[in-house]
């Protein structure tokens, strides 16, 4: 698994007034397909905290806005590791109709200590899990 694609159907609330996605619901989407990605590599976040005593937060973003989504699109939201170092994943991620980009961007999440709310390194479980998938997709 290189990338974890999410389907997202674009609902009246996520829009503005202008009738277009409301730019921050973005980062939401995107918050929702690394969640997926993590999932789908057989991993909980609630499980990560309680058994490995880890959280993941956001360190960075950046993010391009290239085309508008409006109520009742249907997008798919992709989530793939570019970089890695021993606290951090870096994913590149795109939020696509069909097979047009509306908004890509770069997010750095940071594994912290759930007590001390620290960095600290990500459990060596995931990057096994994380190295297994890589590796299968080449």
Request: glycine content about 6%.
């Amino acid at each position: 698994m290189s990338e974890s694609v999410l389907p997202i159907r674009i609902y009246y609330e996520d829009t503005d007034a202008g009738g277009v996605v409301y730019y921050a619901n973005y980062l939401k989407f995107m918050e929702r397909s690394r969640t997926e990605w993590l999932r789908e590599l057989g991993f909980e976040q609630d499980a990560l905290r309680d058994e490995e005593g880890i959280l993941f937060a956001v360190r960075s973003v950046q993010v391009d806005y290239l085309r508008p989504a409006i109520f009742n699109d249907q997008l798919a939201v992709s989530a793939k590791v570019v970089g890695q170092r021993g606290v951090s994943l870096t994913f590149y991620q795109e939020a696509r109709r069909a097979d047009e980009v509306l908004c890509r961007g770069h997010v750095t999440i940071v594994s912290i200590d759930a007590r001390t709310m620290r960095p600290r390194r990500i459990p060596r479980t995931v990057m096994e899990r994380l190295a297994l998938a890589t590796e299968n997709n080449s």
